[in-house]
T-cell receptor, first 113, second 109 residues
Framework: KAGVTQTPRYLIKTRGQQVTLSCSPI?????VSWYQQTPGQGLQFLFE???????NKGNFPGRFSGRQFSNSRSEMNVSTLELGDSALYLC????????????FGQGTRLTVV | QKEVEQDPGPLSVPEGAIVSLNCTYS??????FMWYRQYSRKGPELLMY????GNKEDGRFTAQVDKSSKYISLFIRDSQPSDSATYLC?????????FGTGTRLLVSP
């Protein structure tokens, strides 16, 4: 059974640009959550999608957005990149309920210069 | 007050030691508890998932939950250098999954 796949693995962008990250969950999983991980802040919750609907949202500015497709694949977009957006972006896949196990991908390391 | 508190470490132990990693949480809505292991520059790997108060064992790992005191622990027996990683506790419930900041464990040969 394939795990959670995130693409690309590494990305370098310039301040002011926008970026789109992709996450393919485990087959059969309908929930995808996104997290930002930085050394100082740890894992910070961005948002969760379930069956194409945003079910939960963290405390991030509107520059961070996401969506989920009918095949459960999800994309996350960050517009007007800032240096502080440099981080490891992780997505987690769950079967459905918010109390089920969450499985993570390897992450996309974004560097903003 | 943070919802989850976890000592960041680093915690340094010799190979073969018993390791105790701990978290406290404040929200009684959390009913399920997960422990993750994260190696440097990798995604977190699910180690343990437990619901009830008490102990759950899986190989060298034991997860312990005390809901009355909102305290969760992960014990690692016969620790190995390959256990050197950051360990994250993650309580979940009521549509929230939050993470501790992680404890960095270093096991020396």
């Amino acid at each position: 059974k394939a795990g959670v796949t995130q693409t690309p693995r590494y990305l370098i962008k310039t301040r002011g640009q926008q970026v789109t990250l992709s996450c393919s969950p485990i087959s059969g999983h309908r929930s995808v959550s996104w997290y930002q991980q930085t050394p100082g802040q740890g894992l910070q919750f961005l948002f969760e999608y379930f069956s194409e609907t945003q079910r939960n949202k963290g405390n991030f500015p509107g520059r961070f957005s996401g969506r989920q497709f009918s095949n459960s694949r999800s994309e996350m977009n960050v517009s007007t990149l800032e240096l502080g957006d440099s981080a490891l972006y992780l997505c987690a896949s769950r079967v459905g309920g918010t109390d089920t196990e969450a499985f993570f991908g390897q992450g996309t390391r974004l560097t903003v210069v | 007050q943070k919802e989850v508190e976890q000592d960041p470490g680093p915690l340094s132990v010799p190979e073969g030691a018993i390791v105790s990693l701990n978290c406290t949480y404040s929200n009684s809505a959390f009913q399920y508890f997960m422990w993750y292991r994260q190696y440097s520059r990798k995604g977190p790997e699910l180690l343990m998932y437990t619901y009830s108060s008490g102990n759950k064992e899986d190989g060298r790992f034991t997860a312990q939950v005390d809901k009355s005191s909102k305290y969760i622990s992960l014990f690692i027996r016969d620790s190995q250098p390959s256990d050197s990683a950051t360990y994250l506790c993650a309580p979940t419930g009521f549509q929230k999954l939050v993470f501790g900041t992680g404890t960095r464990l270093l096991v020396s040969p």
